[in-house]
């Protein structure tokens, strides 16, 4: 009942709408608050803070805010999460934060924590606390689906808003402020932690004057993280000295945690913009024209280089060929003289055939989910949804991945059909469960929240062979009812002799200059998405995103024709495994920098968080080389296929 409950949700999510006035993403409609006390249906006065897990740019492993010891809610409340979210590691809570709309409230005590030097598990969580600190563990609160962000000035007096804020900071034995610590002077004591245990939130709304809603709306929530040692928990202040915990842990410590809140109004922010400025603090979109100024450049000359071969070259060619009698030809070089060899079966043409088939699953998995993203489905207020679409498409889109693999195989001559569905099926799904399965076994060791439930893997695996499986059964075997695919021209039942190659024109250096100009489009973008993932950065710019997807379906296709044209005109017919690795090499690049990036970019400590890293970054490779090799391929099939069908061959 629980995996039908969890397909059930899975579909209201991607597909349901809510009936409400005017057009609104699902799940995103608007909520009023009010001063007065009491609920209505279309007004609210009070005001709940969600609190998420925390994580670091450290370290890969976020933990759920219960794990450190904060203060709790006691009616604690988990809302409904997606797949995506889940599958991200998202742990959302109600917190113990509670305030009532327009009501400001200063210095208001929310709980108490004492450690005593002999209690073990006090000196436990202590110690988590003070490890949370010193790898810059990051809160996430949420209010009303809106982060609450800590702003501050950057280089060039720019203001940064970040999603999150550290929970606290530590000065070195060497008197060295880390991270947080640089921002306030009083922080200066060596081997010590600042604990930021007091919290000055201000909450923007529009106040609803002059439009057609009842009440106020929230459009934006900021903070201000501060380190105060509280004397009388009972009469709080809010001033006086930091809040020190020193690294040796020799005395009895008390710990209480305080909150100031006030409720500004502003009219000049519409609720539909209040996410506007959190991403314009992120200066990105002049790197991103230039980005995509730099593959469009990239784009027009491979552009100009196939189009001089189709028309120029590839004319005269094609003339000459069909004007010179059948004795001439013999004496001929080039391209033509290989049409009895062209179309002759590869080697281990079973597992290229896979390849294509899971390749085209996840070409089309991917264009739709980032047309999706470009209208706006796919926000980052709608947490979980782009991961949650994916991984539902993917389900979905067996029955291509079955009929492309299905018809690329019998075309090869295959005859042993159920290997190739099961292969199609299992394969490559198979090695990413396989890796993702370690990585989730390293978080559960780790108590990490990234670590996915028992009850959600089954729920993965079910609709892995209840759905996907089935429909990539079904796709075989509507590709193997299909008549087999003609070529243009005769297989001659003798192979032709392969001339001497020259170092430019052997099939490695070919494959390794094939995946250069594909990785030159997209490195830039690259950066970003890594930041996103590691750096827990948010991504918005899909529609960037998705020109250069195309930009990249462009220049794999003639990155690939180009090298397929030359290694036809040395007379070497052996294009088949070629073409799909030459734009597939694209992913060994894409796994270079990933390594350059760790290195040089990271600072992430352990070897846990190190393998994690790795474990998903191969992932990422494999889907990677899947994709680009499949559109490398179809368009070299697409190319030989044209230029053989308008030469004549006797």
Sequence with gaps: MKLLYLWARLACSLFATIPVSGFYLPGLAPVSFCEEDGKTSDCQNKIQLFVNRLDSVESVLPYEYDVFDFCKDEEEKRPSENLGQVLFGERIETSPYKFKFGKDVSCQKVCSKSYATSNQEDKAKLDFL??????????????????????????????????????????????????????????NKKST????????????????????????????????????????????????????????????????????????????????????????????????????????????????????IMLRTLHKDIARYNQVDQEDAQEESGWKQVHGDVFRPPPNGMLLAVFLGQGAQIFIMTFITLFLACLGFLSPANRGALMTCAVVLWVLLGTPAGYVSARIYKSFG???????????????????????????????????????????????????????????????????????MEHPVRTNQIPRQIPEQSFFTR??????????????????????????????????????????????????????????????????????????????????????????????????????????????????????????????FFACFWFVNKIYSVVKVD
């Excluded at 280089?155 to 008197?175: A, K, M, R, S």
């Design 193 to 308: 932690y600042y604990l930021f245990n007091h919290v000055d939130i201000t909450i923007t709304y529009h106040s609803g004057d002059n439009e057609n809603w009842r009440g106020a709306r929230l459009v934006a929530a900021r903070l201000e993280p501060q380190s105060i040692k509280h004397g009388d928990e009972n009469s709080l202040s809010c001033e006086g000295s930091p809040m020190e915990i020193p690294v040796d842990f020799s005395t009895d410590l008390k710990v209480t945690y305080s909150y100031s809140i006030k409720f500004e109004s502003t009219n000049a922010i519409r609720w539909a913009s209040r996410w506007d400025y959190i991403l314009v603090s992120m200066p990105h979109s002049n790197i991103q024209w230039f980005s995509i100024m730099n593959s469009l450049v990239i784009v027009l000359f491979l552009s100009g280089m196939v189009a001089m």
């Design 130 to 187: 003070k490890r949370g600190m010193e790898l810059n563990y990051q809160h996430h609160w949420i209010v009303d689906n809106m982060p609450v962000t800590w702003c501050y000035q950057v280089e060039d007096g720019q203001q940064y808003c970040n999603p999150g804020f550290p929970i606290g900071c530590l000065v070195t034995h060497e008197g060295r402020p880390k991270d947080a610590c640089i921002i306030n002077a009083k922080f």
């Design 414 to 484: 295959g005859e042993k059909w159920k290997t190739n569905v099961f292969l199609t099926a299992l394969l490559c799904p198979g090695i990413v469960f396989a890796d993702f399965f370690l990585m989730n076994l390293i978080l559960w060791v780790e108590g990490s929240s990234a670590a996915i439930p028992f009850g959600t893997l089954l729920a993965i695996l079910a609709l892995w062979f209840g759905i996907s499986v089935p429909l990539t059964f079904v796709g075989a075997f509507f590709g193997f009812k299909k008549p087999v």
């Design 507 to 632: 099939p490695v250096p070919g494959i390794v200059m094939g995946g250069i100009l594909p990785f030159g489009c997209i490195f830039i973008q690259l950066f970003f998405i890594l930041n996103s993932i590691w750096s827990h950065q948010m991504y918005y710019m899909f529609g960037f995103l998705f020109l250069v997807f195309i930009i990249l379906l462009i220049t794999c296709s003639e990155a690939t024709i180009l090298l397929c044209y030359f290694h036809l005109c040395a007379e070497d017919y052996h294009w088949w495994w070629r073409s799909f690795l030459t734009s597939g090499f694209t992913a060994v690049y894409l796994l270079i920098y990933a390594v350059h990036y760790f290195f040089s970019k990271l600072q992430i400590q352990g070897a846990a968080s190190t393998i994690l890293y790795f474990g998903y970054t191969m992932i990422m490779v494999l889907i990677f080389f899947l994709f680009t090799g499949t559109i490398g």
